[in-house]
């Protein structure tokens, strides 16, 4: 098996704190920030030190079980009325990626269940390690189901960072090449270098080279050519909201990529878990997008400033794929296919009906 960053988010071994490894440091240095402050979690997640919409809500639930250590609350409900205070604000630090709310939502859930102080903690750790836990069978599901999409010797087209550094293990869009590729298969994988942050150069040309996949950086306003010289034969993306009419919220760029997939007569899927999925989110018009710093285009990364220092910019995280570009949504439950009106609710019936077992992936 390969060596993946897979602990790169994880709880201290004395619980005070939330262990994470800094992605605004790679590939170049492998560094580890301790967090223990409400304003160092809320900053490692706006800051993009952690990222990807599954990992951000494991760290988030491993956060708030450390902040709800340091409550000194005079009563339960006092506790958990903290509790709801710390998580919102949490939750405030990205908007777009749902998971952020969905791991606190879970977390103060299982607190709210509990009586007394001392039972809340407990169900708290739980929650949060449960929370891990079924992100690293999810990956493994996604991927398993993802290889069914692929050939030996195919060429594959992904934008940003979907891997390990984003989730837990294997990653969704790159789960399957990582496990593919254990499994002795090789791909040529095209990665997008994810212009303004270059996740795709920073993060996913380093993971799936350590991991011995061959791979070759692009700039984003290549991936036109590279797919009409027939080097591509899936595009395959993660995602940080999905609507419930499959309208997918990805990093700035991905609905680019769609569009030339479609007209290459390329397939263009999206691979995430049911956690990702907003049905209270009718389609990608209701689903929030980020907004960041000017300086992230004009001069981050550079030696010196790209830009004249005033000119305005517009620098959306996320942009949103129509679902109709969209060949299939591959989660934890099986690949669901277009009308995703259906079979996006019905991977949710799946999931409460509790097959095979209550919140368990098929796999
Ligand atoms: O801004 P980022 O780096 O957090 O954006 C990440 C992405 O857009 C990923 O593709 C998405 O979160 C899926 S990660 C499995």
């Not at 993802?146 to 790159?174: E, I, K, Q």
Request: proline share 5%; net charge negative.
């Amino acid at each position: 098996m390969h060596e993946y960053l897979s602990d790169h988010v994880h709880l201290s071994d004395d619980g005070t704190a939330v262990v994470i490894l800094d992605q605004t440091r790679l590939p170049g240095r492998t560094e580890y920030l301790t967090l223990r402050t409400a304003r160092e979690m809320f900053d490692a997640i706006r800051l993009l030190q952690v990222r990807g919409a599954p990992a951000i809500g494991i760290c988030a639930a491993y956060d708030l079980y450390v902040l709800a250590r340091q409550l000194r609350a005079g009563s339960p409900a006092q506790f958990l009325a903290q509790l709801r205070q710390q998580a919102a604000v949490l939750a405030s630090a990205r908007p777009t990626a749902v998971n952020l709310s969905w791991a606190l939502e879970r977390m103060l859930k299982a607190a709210a269940a509990q009586r007394t102080t001392a039972d809340m903690l407990s169900a708290l750790h739980r929650e949060c390690i449960a929370i891990h836990e079924e992100d690293i069978a999810m990956c493994r599901a996604i991927s398993e189901y993802g290889l069914t999409l692929l050939r030996d010797g195919d060429g594959v087209l992904t934008h940003c960072n979907a891997g390990p550094l984003a989730t837990s293990r294997y990653g969704t869009a790159l789960g399957p090449l990582l496990l593919g590729s254990e499994r002795g298969m090789r791909f040529r994988v095209f990665a997008d270098e994810t212009r303004p942050l270059l996740q795709g150069a920073r993060l996913t040309s380093y993971e799936l080279s350590r991991a011995g996949v061959d791979v070759t950086l692009i700039c984003d306003n290549m991936a036109s050519l590279v797919m009409k010289n027939g080097w591509v034969q899936a595009c395959l993306v993660g995602c940080d909201r999905v609507a419930a009419n499959g309208d997918t919220a990805n990093k700035i760029g991905t609905s680019g990529v769609a569009i030339l997939a479609r007209h290459y007569g390329i397939p263009f899927y999206v691979l995430g878990p049911t956690s990702t999925i907003d049905l209270s989110c009718a389609t990608g018009a209701d689903i929030p997008i980020e907004q960041r710093d000017p300086d992230e285009i004009k001069q981050m990364f550079y030696r010196e400033p790209m830009a004249p220092a005033a000119v305005r910019c517009y620098n959306p995280a996320f942009d949103v794929t129509d679902h109709e570009l969209i060949s299939g949504i591959v989660t934890e439950y099986g690949i669901c296919r277009a009308p995703y009106t259906e079979s996006l609710r019905a991977v949710f019936d799946k999931k409460s009906a509790g097959i095979p077992g209550e919140g368990r992936p098929f796999l």
